[in-house]
């Protein structure tokens, strides 16, 4: 009972990271007391410490999850996303040689897990998510978020100022590094945060009212040819615009009134679901579709056995995924855009080379939960990875200017209408995380192994 104790508290230790506390040396407290808890065990207390330890991050960390929908999926998805701390287990252990570098290996293959399985993953606690705001922030756009993992796991398994010494000295060294990205020129942007009627699921009952609550926001708050680019949520349009030519017709003559391109959010059904953000100059000049769709938000994996244990299940219809990258284009400028969930796909961060990036979200089906503040940190921490600043847009909040080092610029309250104007520097060139980064998790993958073979001739 003691070590089942100690290992959920561990795990609620780490978790400590995550908003809405957000306090980053929790992440290394709680991964240096687990690995000195499985460094002294036999197997089966390793897999029991790893699992519990895991829970401890995943039950409060991802709790929005089951706001609105019961508490059994989030249960499901916390019991099942902890298999993949046991994996640590497997390689540390009681007088085995190399527990340090075994251990810093095996926790970048847990995030690893933790992003891609099963179905397309679901990475949003990855500890190296938490540390934007910490001295490892220079090993963002050095490496990517798989190269603070592993700096994370290192600092974790210090047990002396000695051992401190060399993982000190190669931070210091990245923040010494020169960033290969130039800045050159600006770019004024406004970000609308328009509101919803209701939070929930039920945000869009009444047909049109976000819609009208954008266009009026836009209308009162913005004047011909004050900024370059005005720019709306996810789902600020709530009705189809194809098949709703008053819609499609009412933002074509906002942006003519303002002389103004307006980069909105929206659903279209044509044939299936598809989320799409679509560029008015003063037309319909360009779409783009949702390619990372949301695992049982935007589609269903499982359906049969997910309608059995939600009755909400049905409510979700299966989203039509895109299938090719888009750069929008105003004036001079490129950029593009990531919609909700894309945040946490690692792959789509080698894209992230266009003048500034903008992120367009829609938070009202989580209320008012930690989930708004761990997406901003997913925000900042894309923002820190491509050196780009980002213009990050919700509909309920909070929408937020971030920097290029990943800091918050300004924003708006939550849940309140309002727009957020700013001047925001223009970006070009690519990081070393986004050219080498994703060279990471394959070369932790091989060191593992040579370690294994080694450990293995030397215990013969």
């Given amino acids: 009972m003691i070590n089942i104790l100690k290992s959920l508290i561990t795990g609620l230790i780490a978790s400590l990271a995550f908003e809405p506390i957000a306090i980053w040396v929790f992440a290394i407290i ?20 790893s699992y519990l330890f895991g829970l401890g991050i995943l039950l409060p960390t991802q709790m929005w999850t089951g706001i609105y929908v ?14 993949f701390f046991i994996i640590p287990a497997f390689f540390v252990g ?14 970048v293959i847990v995030e690893l897990t933790l992003r891609t399985l099963p179905f397309t993953g679901f990475g949003w606690s990855r500890l190296a998510f938490s540390q934007v705001d910490s001295p490892l922030s220079s090993a963002y756009p050095l490496l990517g978020v798989a190269a603070v993992a592993l700096f994370l796991a290192w600092f974790a398994t210090v047990r002396n100022l000695k051992a401190l010494f060399y993982p000190v000295l190669i931070i210091i060294c990245a923040n010494l590094i020169p960033n290969p990205v130039i800045f050159d020129g600006s770019i004024r ?25 954008h266009l009026t926001q836009t209308q009162n708050s913005i004047l011909p040819n004050q900024v370059d680019l005005i720019v709306w949520p996810e789902n600020a349009v709530d009705v189809d615009i194809f098949k709703n030519n008053d819609v499609m017709q009412a933002i074509t003559d906002l942006s003519l009134e303002l002389n103004t391109p307006i980069l909105i959010g929206g659903v279209t059904n044509s044939p299936n679901p598809r989320n799409q953000s679509m560029l008015f100059d003063p037309n319909l000049k360009q779409v783009y579709t949702k ?37 929008f284009r105003i004036d001079n400028h490129e ?11 690692d792959r789509f961060s080698v894209e992230n080379d266009m003048d500034f990036l903008l992120v367009q979200t829609n938070n009202a089906t989580f209320g008012d939960t930690a989930q708004l503040d761990q997406q901003l940190n997913l925000g900042k921490v894309r923002a820190a990875e491509s ?34 104007l700013s001047t925001i520097d223009i970006s070009s060139g690519s990081t070393y995380a986004q050219r080498y980064g994703w060279l990471i998790e394959p070369l932790v993958i091989m060191a593992l192994l040579v370690l294994m073979i080694v450990r293995r001739w030397g215990s013969q």
Avoid at 32 to 40: A, F, P, T
Avoid at 94 to 107: D, G
Avoid at 293 to 304: A, H, K, N, Q
């Fill in 30 to 49: 709680g991964l240096g007391l687990w690995y000195q808890l499985i460094s002294k065990q036999h197997f089966k207390q390793r897999l029991q410490t």
């Fill in 70 to 83: 019961g508490n059994l999926p989030w249960l499901i998805l916390c019991i099942a996303q902890a298999c």
């Fill in 94 to 107: 009681k007088a085995k040689k190399f527990n340090k570098i075994t251990f810093i290996c095996s926790y």
């Fill in 189 to 213: 942007i406004a970000l609308v945060q328009g509101g919803v009627v209701n939070l929930g699921l039920n945000f869009n009952d009444k047909p049109k009212e976000v819609f009208l609550r």
């Fill in 291 to 327: 390619r990372y769709l949301t695992p049982f938000g935007e589609y269903l994996p499982l359906r049969p056995l997910a309608e059995k244990l939600s009755p909400y299940a049905k409510q979700i219809n299966d989203f039509e995924a895109g299938s090719n990258p888009v750069v």
């Fill in 335 to 345: 950029f593009r855009t990531l919609i909700c969930y894309e945040l946490l796909d």
């Fill in 387 to 420: 050196s780009r600043h980002i213009g990050y847009v919700s509909t309920t909040g909070t929408t937020s200017f971030i920097t290029s080092d990943g800091k918050i610029e300004n924003q708006l309250d939550k849940f309140t209408p309002g727009t957020l």
